[in-house]
């Protein structure tokens, strides 16, 4: 937390430096004397009021003493989520609790659509790399089996187009998928494709109705 002096701040301001200011002192201290075009946010309803405060600008938090505006920047910087100005009432905690499951409600979002976009990279990439060598691979298979013109062995032709197909439908599947769930293996982490493709249809069913 930098500290700036009333005479460096002035020289700033009048240097036209675009700086936020916010004044946490109470209203009878406001309505003697107030900076211009300052935000007036009382101490005890910066938790309440944070929305007003633009954090993509550089702010200068003020008060009378020093001792108010460290205490708002203390909540500002804990982002109002586990700081509470005591004492506390009933409503401000219910409030607090709320933000916090609506912070962690959305990180997960976060992670989830994370982990979808790395999952869609993946399927980008093996659909890019692999399937093109594959429809070659079919393609020649599927014309030495319908060349009755020399010796095939049948049955190898078969297994090598019902192998070259699975891979085919991996990434046809891994594509598709709108859920992720993983499995242990070998001490790793592993995508259970089989579960994340139940999941992905249950969320499409969801999202029809």
């Known amino acids: 937390m930098e500290e700036i002096t009333p005479?460096?701040?002035?020289?700033?301001?009048d240097k036209g430096d675009d700086i936020q200011i916010v004044d946490v002192r109470e209203d009878n201290e406001v309505a003697f004397c107030r900076i211009p075009n300052s935000i007036h946010i009382p101490l005890g309803q910066v938790l309440n009021r944070m929305s007003e405060i633009d954090p993509s600008r550089e702010t200068v938090v003020h008060c009378k003493m020093g001792g108010r505006s460290a205490r708002a920047i203390e909540a500002l910087?804990?982002?109002?989520?586990?700081?509470?100005?005591?004492?506390?009432?009933?409503?401000?905690?219910?409030?607090a609790l709320a933000r916090a499951g609506m912070a962690v409600a959305l990180q997960r979002s976060y992670n989830r659509a994370e982990h979808l976009r790395h999952i869609a990279e993946v399927a980008l990439t093996l659909?890019?790399?692999i399937n093109n060598p594959l429809a070659v691979i079919m393609g020649e298979l599927q014309l030495q089996l319908e060349d009755s013109g020399g010796v095939i062995d049948?049955?190898?032709?078969?297994?090598?187009?019902e192998a070259a197909q699975r891979i085919a439908d991996v990434v046809r599947k891994i594509s598709a998928l709108r859920e992720i769930a993983y499995q242990d293996?070998?001490?790793l982490r592993m995508l259970d494709l089989e579960v994340s493709i139940q999941e992905s249809g249950a969320r499409s069913q969801e999202s029809q109705f």
């Open 77 to 95: 910087k804990q982002g109002a989520y586990d700081f509470l100005l005591k004492p506390i009432t009933p409503p401000e905690l219910s409030a």
């Open 127 to 129: 659909a890019h790399e």
């Open 154 to 161: 049948r049955t190898a032709l078969d297994i090598s187009i």
């Open 7 to 13: 005479a460096e701040l002035k020289q700033r301001l």
């Open 185 to 187: 293996y070998a001490g």
